[in-house]
């Protein structure tokens, strides 16, 4: 069975740091563009970063500078190494793997990312 599960959140103080992790099977991993989006309280699902296959990475604008996406192609895994965090990033983070013109879109369980002193 085809899925993403991702780890890595929890509560941070401002300015703090976080890295997410997100494990796919490999025939997700070597077949899609991997990413992670956000949803806070009462907000639509909002795209936070992607990555290629090749590598290439997209940010939002919002933390473009903060934000650094990566994947390590020999664990299958994608992480989101996210500095300087900001109250505003608070969210359930959810790991994502899609391709142009294929319908399949997977999502992970998501995870609760808190910012707060």
């Known amino acids: 069975q085809e899925q993403l599960v991702e780890s890595g959140g929890g509560l941070v103080q401002p300015g703090g740091s976080l890295r997410l992790s997100c494990a796919a099977s490999g025939s997700i991993f070597v077949a899609y563009r991997m990413g992670w989006y956000r949803q806070a309280p009462g907000k639509q699902r909002d795209l936070v970063a992607t990555?290629?296959?090749?590598?290439?990475?997209n940010y939002a604008e919002s933390v473009k500078g903060r934000f650094t996406i990566s994947r390590d192609s020999a664990k299958n895994v994608v992480y989101l190494q996210m500095n300087s965090l900001k109250p505003e990033d608070t969210a359930v983070y959810y790991c994502?793997?899609?391709?142009?013109?294929?319908?399949?879109?997977?999502w992970g369980q998501g995870t609760q990312v808190t910012v707060s002193s």
């Open positions: 994502n793997a899609n391709r142009p013109n294929d319908p399949s879109v997977y």
């Open positions: 990555i290629s296959r090749s590598g290439t990475p």
